[in-house]
Every structure is written in structure tokens, then in C-alpha cells.
């Protein structure tokens, strides 16, 4: 039956409304002419000048001492907790629903032999201060780990784009505090937060130690993360990206596109909030007893629609929103993603247009409709 999508052979009367991730955003013409013209040098001598540029800029753009540009906020995050834990034996405390310890392989444990201890992720991303302070070893003896460091997440991805509360932040931050433990912040959607908080981005980070963004989600550049922190943290964190493998050479090439995207794509990211929201509500007005979503939570491109899924299949979902048949009357092939065993997520970024948006409408809202009819709700 959902032949046609596996084949790619869709009909020229089809649009393709690719809502899986951000990641897949590709650079704007302005990023692609200043990626041409660049000048270029070698990084791993210090001397490309675009590069210094933009680790100098988003510096200065999260109140923190250096930068370094790295290649992926996954290699943002093992670098920032290796340098953060340098001894073997050393343990992290992390959400249990963290991209760190769900979706990075575990390279902390597989590449720097530090544990993770995880707290209970509350639906909005934080989690509970007295089990932070519980799980902290204060005076471990020989036979426990030391804890090195907390980690928070902001957005949270698993929590669909949930913004971490700026209080929390602070709270969390004192508890670090009296134990001398620092705080990295997984901020691939940093700025995402920013926006939704409408604060500055300096602001969102300023009860944290270290920090990573990423260029290549909301903010649509073709590659890209950098890792924030201080003069003395970053000095380190150059060292340990040359052992991973992550010392390119004329990068300002890449770089050149992060400026852009610094300069431009900020700002525009409330409208890639304004979308998701238009969707939820369109889903939350169905009133479907199968399909469910939290719209008063919906804050930023992360839109999760849950299932009931005694009648719906997630993956037998994901192919008949790609899927356009002969008779269905919106010809709109939908791609979603799944990150959780009782719903799909929906990302919107900057290609996203708003006819894209109200044509993804109206095929969910179809496919609604068909599990309705089915099940006789």
C-alpha cells in the first residue's frame, strides 16, 4: 500500500513537507555567498580568521571568556565533559530523558570513563532540586565515584522543545555551587530558549559554566556547534577536540555561515515557534480521543502529537502521513520522527514555509480523520 513513498515516486503533484528535524535545514543564500568568499586559514595553527571570528562573536554573545568552533554539539557535549571530568572514574549527574545519556552513545562512559547518575526529567525538562542534592556525593569514600559535574538540557528535546525556567536554572546553580561542581548546558536549541524567554541569550546561560549551541538545527547552517566557556576550560577543550579527531583545517569555509546565521537567523526563529503552535492547535481542535497534544506546553519548533497507541501503530502512522494515495485530496507527502514509544514529533525551521504549514494541517488532519472512521470514534 505505501509503496510509492519507499520508492521516492510521489508524482510531480506532490510537495514533500519534511518535518522530522531541524537538522535537515539547508543554509540560506546569504550563508552560501559568504561561505564562497571567506577567508580561510589553517584552525588547527589558530589561523583561520573567520573561525576566530565567530568563536570571538558567540563568545561575546553568551557573556562567556572563548570559544571553539567544533564540528557536531554531540562533540561539544564529550568534550565538554571530559574536560569537565578528567579523571577516569569521575560521574555526571544528567537528566534520565538527556540527549546525552540517551541519544550520544554514551560516549562518556565508551571514550572518558565517566558515569552518568541520572535524575527523573519532569515533563518540562528539569527535574526534582532535593534528588539533585541526594545523589551528589559529598564525601565519597573509596568505594564511590566523585561527582564532577551536573548537566541540564535547554530545549529539551525528549520533553518536545520545553524551555528550562530561568529560577530553576539559578537554584540548580547554588546546589552546584556549595559542592564547587560547574554546570555544562546542552544547548543545541539554545537560542530557541532565548527566544521563547525573550531574553538574551547570554542571560539564559549565565548560571552555567559551560555551554554548547548548534548551528546547524533552528539556526540553519550546513555544520557546526561551538562550545563556550572559560579562557582556562576552552584552552582545554581545543586539546581534547585534536584526540577526537576533530581538528579541521580551512573550516572558516563552515564558519562563514555560523556569522550569518548569528546575525540573521535568531531573530526569525519566534516564527518557526508561531508554526508549530499553529499545528498543535489545529490537531488539539480535531477533539480526537486517538490523537492528543499538550498545546498549553507547546513552546518553541517542537511539536509532540501523542498516540493511542492500543489502535495506532507509530511506524504503520509515520508511512500513511508520507504517503499520498491516488484518492487522498491533499497532496502532501508529511515526514515526522519518533523519539518515544507514545508519540511523533513534528520540527519546524526555517524552510518551513506558511503554506507548508497549512498544507502538514490538512494531511494530519485526513489521517486523523481515517483512524477516527476506522475506530468509530
Known amino acids: ?146 561527582t564532577s559535574l551536573v548537566l541540564v538540557e535547554n530545549t529539551h528535546n525528549l520533553c518536545g522543545g520545553k524551555v528550562l525556567p530561568l529560577d ?47 548551528l546547524s538545527k533552528g539556526l540553519g547552517c550546513p555544520i557546526g556547534a561551538v562550545l563556550c566557556g572559560s579562557t582556562n576550560f576552552i584552552t582545554k577543550a581545543r586539546r581534547v577536540k585534536k584526540v577526537l579527531g576533530g581538528g579541521w583545517r580551512q573550516a572558516g569555509v563552515l564558519a562563514a555561515a555560523g556569522l550569518v546565521a548569528i546575525d540573521t537567523m535568531i531573530d526569525r526563529l519566534k516564527v518557526d515557534h508561531e508554526h508549530a503552535y499553529k499545528i498543535a492547535k489545529a490537531i488539539y481542535h480535531t477533539r480526537s480521543n486517538i490523537f492528543k497534544v499538550q498545546l498549553a506546553k507547546v513552546q518553541t519548533n517542537i511539536l509532540l502529537m501523542y498516540l493511542d497507541t492500543t489502535k495506532v501503530d507509530i511506524k504503520e502512522l509515520q508511512r500513511r502521513l508520507q504517503t499520498v494515495l491516488e484518492t487522498d485530496d491533499v497532496r502532501a507527502s508529511v515526514r515526522c520522527s519518533s523519539l518515544k514509544s507514545n508519540c511523533v514529533r513534528f520540527v519546524l525551521y526555517h524552510e518551513i514555509t506558511d503554506e507548508d504549514v497549512q498544507l502538514a494541517i490538512d494531511k494530519i488532519r485526513l489521517v486523523i480523520r481515517e483512524y477516527e472512521e476506522k475506530f468509530k470514534i
Open 168 to 214: 530553576w536554572l539559578e537554584k540548580v546553580s547554588h546546589i552546584a555551587a556549595e559542592h564547587n561542581i560547574p554546570i555544562h548546558m546542552d544547548g543545541a536549541r539554545l537560542m530557541n530558549a532565548a527566544t521563547y524567554l525573550k531574553v538574551t541569550p547570554r542571560r539564559v546561560v549565565r548560571d552555567v559554566d559551560s555551554v554548547c549551541f548548534c
Open 1 to 146: 500500500m505505501y509503496e510509492k513513498i519507499i520508492k521516492g515516486d510521489l508524482g510531480a503533484d506532490v510537495k514533500i513537507i519534511d518535518l522530522r528535524t531541524d537538522t535537515i535545514s539547508k543554509p540560506t543564500q546569504e550563508m552560501r555567498e559568504a561561505m564562497y568568499i571567506a577567508e580561510l586559514g589553517d584552525d588547527v595553527y589558530g589561523e583561520d580568521p573567520t573561525v576566530i571570528e565567530l568563536e570571538r562573536r558567540s563568545a561575546e554573545l553568551l557573556g562567556k571568556e572563548d570559544a571553539v568552533f567544533l564540528v557536531s554539539g554531540t562533540m561539544a557535549n564529550l568534550i565538554a565533559m571530559m574536560v569537565h571530568c578528567p579523571n577516569r572514574g569521575s560521574e555526571i549527574i544528567a537528566g534520565d530523558k538527556s540527549h546525552t545519556f540517551r541519544l550520544e552513545q554514551g560516549g562518556a562512559s565508551q571514550l572518558a570513563g565517566i558515569q552518568t547518575y541520572t535524575v527523573a526529567n519532569k515533563e518540562d525538562g528539569t527535574f526534582d532540586l532535593d534528588e539533585l542534592r541526594e545523589k551528589i556525593r559529598k564525601n565519597p569514600d573509596i568505594h564511590e565515584p566523585i
